[in-house]
């Protein structure tokens, strides 16, 4: 059964920086054939998408954190990152990250990891 498991949250401070990774196991080809999405979701809303790295390694970013956060990849580590810097109390939330082959219509998600941030 494939595995994603995220890492990295914590407590920072507002203007502070975290680095999540999204570690991927079991996946019979390696996560480089999957496009790798961040969400987050906050108590009381809706998931939010954050960023997306495609296969091809196309990037786009929710407007709300363009600028602040980097998505990328290391498929020989099989693992995503996500570098979120100058973070706001408005970044708290638990981050997940999800991997989805089109192809074969596979879709993973991994558990979550929170991050919080003071003001």
């Known amino acids: 059964q494939v595995q994603l498991v995220e890492s990295g949250g914590g407590l920072v401070q507002a203007g502070g920086s975290l680095r999540l990774s999204c570690a991927a196991s079991?996946?019979?080809?390696?996560?480089?054939?999957?496009?790798i999405t961040w969400y987050r979701q906050a108590p009381g809303k809706q998931r939010e998408l954050v960023a997306t790295?495609?296969?091809?390694?196309?990037?786009t970013y929710a407007d709300s954190v363009k600028g602040r956060f980097t998505i990328s990849r290391e498929n020989a580590k099989n693992t995503c990152y996500l570098q979120m810097n100058s973070l706001k109390p408005e970044d708290t939330a638990v981050y997940h990250c999800?991997?989805?082959?089109?192809?074969?219509?596979?879709?993973?998600w991994g558990q979550g990891t929170q991050v919080t941030v003071s003001s």
């Open positions: 790295i495609t296969r091809g390694g196309s990037i």
């Open positions: 079991r996946m019979t080809f390696g996560i480089g054939i999957y496009d």
């Open positions: 999800r991997a989805q082959w089109m192809l074969t219509a596979e879709d993973y």
